[in-house]
T-cell receptor, first 109, second 113 residues
Framework: KNEVEQSPQNLTAQEGEFITINCSYS?????LHWLQQHPGGGIVSLFM???GKKKHGRLIATINIQEKHSSLHITASHPRDSAVYIC???????????FGKGMKLTVNP | EADIYQTPRYLVIGTGKKITLECSQT?????MYWYQQDPGMELHLIHY???????EKGDLSSESTVSRIRTEHFPLTLESARPSHTSQYLC????????????FGEGSWLTVV
């Protein structure tokens, strides 16, 4: 069983929908990262969280340390949001990241 | 915008050839990483460096080697490529502060035929 699990694995939405991507982890962490990977491979860091909630534009990320769970929300989704969204955690006492398999999001116009 | 660059972006080479994937960053980051990612799968750490002359193997066993002679440069070398090395290789860097943002290069797609 992976230490980082993401759900769903794939999601197709219509433009304008509110989208939630979930990430659960089974280890103690010092930080959690949400990353976005577009076709072609490049990865962009969206958020780094250690507690609470962060917002950037239409994206909101939350984390519940007690429940070992994080969510990434996309409001008013757009076709350009189509990408793979990856959750990664930095285990406590380590500098290395452990990655989830990612969730492929397709937003149709 | 991240200042981390990888070359080549795409490469097709024959079995047995030696290949070096280049990675450079201009942000002065001490920590650099190489990840391997097969299509549809998660990233796996194959090498990392916490500074000049410091290199360590990652969690996934790899036949590649790395060097860190300069802060900004972290090349990965395969001495004798095999079809099993076909994959995407992603370079990344971060500051020395725990929990800080990690920056990724665009990735190098390697196909060994």
């Amino acid at each position: 069983k992976n230490e980082v699990e993401q759900s769903p694995q794939n999601l197709t939405a219509q433009e304008g929908e509110f989208i939630t991507i979930n990430c659960s982890y089974s280890v103690g962490i010092s930080a959690l990262h949400w990353l976005q990977q577009h076709p072609g491979g490049g990865i962009v860091s969206l958020f780094m969280l250690s507690s609470g909630k962060k917002k950037h534009g239409r994206l909101i990320a939350t984390i519940n340390i007690q429940e070992k769970h994080s969510s990434l929300h996309i409001t008013a989704s757009h076709p350009r949001d189509s990408a793979v969204y990856i959750c990664a955690v930095r285990k406590g006492g380590s500098e290395k990241l452990v990655f989830g398999k990612g969730m492929k999001l397709t937003v149709n116009p | 915008e991240a200042d981390i660059y990888q070359t080549p972006r795409y490469l097709v080479i024959g079995t047995g050839k030696k290949i070096t994937l280049e990675c450079s960053q201009t942000m002065g980051h001490d920590k650099m990483y190489w990840y391997q990612q097969d299509p549809g799968m998660e990233l796996h750490l194959i090498h990392y460096s916490y500074g000049v002359n410091s290199t360590e193997k990652g969690d996934l066993s790899s036949e590649s080697t790395v060097s860190r002679i300069r802060t900004e440069h972290f090349p990965l070398t395969l001495e004798s490529a095999r079809p099993s090395h076909t994959s995407q290789y992603l370079c990344a860097s971060s500051t020395g502060l725990s929990g800080n943002t990690i920056y990724f290069g665009e990735g190098s797609w390697l196909t060994v035929v």
